[in-house]
């Protein structure tokens, strides 16, 4: 089954559509880097020394549907050759609704230090064009 939500029409439903297909054992594949809009909900990670803002969607489908969250990466090694991983990511479900937040930010975080470890082992396989990293940190 395949579901696809473009950016302008994005509905609750499609939400709804997805965390119910992960609970029944689907797989649902999210960007983790990317924004579609400015009323989508972000989280604050660090990344390569700055803020950078990603989509808290993957993380609260993850908690909400009790479901393990991966990150996959593909590289092109070399003709006809290519390097595939996948990382679980270690987010707990929070013991309180309170408690969401910051296991989405501590999960956020794991995402985006895998993303700079990817970036450092190939350099040029990744593409995000537009402004994108906030404020340096100090």
């Known amino acids: ?20 297909f992960l609970k029944t054992g689907g797989i649902v594949s999210l960007t983790g880097d990317r ?10 990670v660090r990344f390569l020394g700055h803020e950078l803002k990603v989509p808290e969607t993957p993380y609260v489908f993850s908690l909400v549907s009790n479901s393990p969250l991966l990150i996959f990466f593909a590289f092109r090694t070399g003709q006809q050759k290519y390097h595939f991983s996948i990382t679980k990511l270690n987010c707990e479900k929070p ?32 593409g995000n064009f537009g402004f994108f990293l906030g404020k340096r940190f100090e």
């Open 95 to 126: 013991s309180s609704r309170s408690e969401r937040k910051p296991t989405v930010k501590n999960c956020a975080q794991q995402y985006a230090r895998l993303l700079e470890q990817a970036l450092d082992d190939y350099p040029f396989q990744w």
């Open 1 to 20: 089954k395949i579901i696809g939500v473009e950016k302008k029409n994005i509905s609750p439903f499609d939400i709804i559509d997805g965390v119910n």
């Open 35 to 44: 924004i579609w809009n400015d009323n989508q909900k972000t989280v604050l």
